[in-house]
Structures are given as structure tokens and as C-alpha cells.
């Protein structure tokens, strides 16, 4: 494997994402939820941080991203924005923040951005919220799309399994995609969802692509917590796990609760 080496350190904006998709190169995301996480993450060289509702589930131990409040997302962004000097931090707006109405989306939008200092914003939908994303462009703040498994909507659908396999899904996927491109936003998620019609949707539009679970796109993201291994609860078939992280935690909380029991920590050296 060839080793990629990021030693661009400008600021990552939305402009500079559609520039990277018109010269070919790749758009690396991944979920981050506090200002740790997020300095190690910004300093490995990512371009997109979503501090994603999914930390409804991660975070907080829920079943699905639906509880997570507006109060809650703001203080989870705010701790990333911290830690970022480098990646466009993008927050998501959680359920029942924007589905209401173009009012009340905008009216959210506006004290997500003031209140996290994040850079974007991203909502889940296609045609039927355009007026919303509209009125949140319209207020000056950039928006990211996310079509195909939108995790808000989990109740209506009622599974997790691929989505956007028959014609008309498919159809009316790409036609949002289309929408949501021609209306302004900077960018579109596509999860799980057939890789041919990532590719379609990809050649289709001059903003990038983010795929998780749908194939080759732009670019790329995943749960950080999945993808490091803390998390062993979930194996979708597109996520690959690159670290162990529950192995490594749990031997080192043995080990110093070990220590701790017999006597060995602290020792003469570790005391004042």
C-alpha cells in the first residue's frame, strides 16, 4: 500500500472540496463527537469532520439517532471546533430541527452556527425540503446533503437494508441528488445505496460525493468509533475496521486496575 502523505495545511473550505472533486482528489470524512478525538483526527490529515447525530447512538447509547436535541449537537460541535485547526467541521441537524418548517429550519440553522462555530451544516432529504435548505443557503450557511439510508427517517422505513435498489427509488434518488445540487449545497452523503448509482450520481453533479457504504465516490466516510474498533456491535458489509481499540482499552484498564490492587501503582517514582 502506498503511503498518502497530507502535507496541505490550509483550511479546508467548501470551495476548496469542489476543487478537489474537479482535480481528482479524494475526500477523506469521519465523525467526531469531542475536542480529543477531533485534534487527533484533524492532525492525521482528514478534510471533513461530522460531528454526525450519530453520536445519539455512540455517544449517548441510543437505538437510533432520533433523540439527540439541538442542545445536545451544539455541545458536541463546539467541543470539535476546538480541537480543529484544519477540517471543515460540518454538524448534523438533528431530527425534528428542520422537518417542521423553513422557518423553524433556518431559525435552528442560524443558532447551530452561531452557538458551535462549526463551518456547515448537514440535513437529511431530498425534494420535499428543498424550501428549507433554500432559506438556510439563503441565511449564508453552507449545506450538506445526505440521501439513500437516512437514519432520521429509520421508523419509515423499517430496516437498514439497502436502499434505492428498485427503479423507483432509484429514479427519484437521482432526481434529488440533481435538486439538492442545482439548489445550492456544497455536497451530498449517499449511504448505502447501489455502487452504479453512486457512479451515476458522481458524473451527474460538480459537487462532491460522499459515499459510506455506496461504493466508489469522491469520497469517503465512516463512524469513527466503528471504524477504530470500539464499537464491535455493528459490521456493516462497507465498513473496514482499521484499528482494535476495544482490545487495546480494555488490556490496559486490566492492567492498571492490576496495578492498582496490588500496590505497584503508584510507586516511589510517581508520587510528589
Do not use: W
Not at 130 to 146: C, E, F, Q, S, Y
Not at 158 to 186: I, M, P
Not at 197 to 204: D, K, P, S
Request: charged residues 25%; contains cysteine; aromatic residues 6%.
Amino acid at each position: 500500500m502506498t503511503a498518502y502523505l497530507n502535507d496541505d495545511r490550509r483550511k479546508v473550505t467548501t470551495k476548496r472540496l469542489k476543487e478537489m472533486k474537479a482535480d481528482g482528489r479524494k475526500i477523506a470524512m469521519l465523525t467526531s463527537y469531542d475536542y480529543t478525538t477531533a485534534r487527533i483526527v484533524d492532525g492525521a490529515g482528514i478534510d471533513i469532520i461530522l460531528v454526525g447525530d450519530s453520536a445519539s447512538n455512540v455517544m449517548a447509547g441510543n437505538v437510533t439517532t432520533l433523540p439527540i436535541t439541538v442542545d445536545q449537537m451544539i455541545y458536541h460541535a463546539s467541543g470539535v471546533v476546538r480541537g480543529v485547526k484544519r477540517a471543515l467541521v460540518v454538524c448534523d441537524m438533528p431530527f425534528g430541527s428542520y422537518q417542521v418548517c423553513a422557518d423553524d429550519g433556518v431559525r435552528n440553522a442560524i443558532r447551530m452556527m452561531k452557538e458551535s462555530g462549526c463551518d456547515a451544516l448537514k440535513v437529511e432529504g431530498g425534494v420535499e425540503i428543498l424550501p428549507t435548505i433554500r432559506k438556510i443557503l439563503d441565511a449564508g450557511i453552507p449545506v450538506m446533503g445526505h440521501l439513500g439510508l437516512i437514519p432520521q427517517s429509520i421508523n419509515k422505513f423499517g430496516t437498514y437494508a439497502v436502499r434505492a435498489q428498485e427503479k423507483e427509488e432509484s429514479d427519484k434518488l437521482y432526481a434529488d441528488a440533481l435538486a439538492l445540487a442545482e439548489v445550492g449545497c456544497f455536497a451530498i452523503v449517499l449511504e448505502k445505496i447501489p455502487a452504479t448509482l453512486t457512479q451515476r450520481v458522481v458524473e451527474a453533479v460538480d459537487i462532491p460525493i460522499i459515499g459510506i457504504g455506496g461504493g466508489t465516490a469522491d469520497g469517503q466516510v465512516l463512524v469513527i468509533d466503528d471504524m477504530l474498533g470500539k464499537n464491535k456491535d455493528v459490521s456493516p458489509k462497507f465498513l473496514r475496521r482499521y484499528a482494535d481499540l476495544t482490545t487495546v482499552m480494555t488490556d490496559a484498564i486490566k492492567r492498571y486496575v492490576n496495578d492498582v490492587k496490588t500496590g505497584d501503582f503508584p510507586n516511589e517514582n510517581e508520587c510528589y
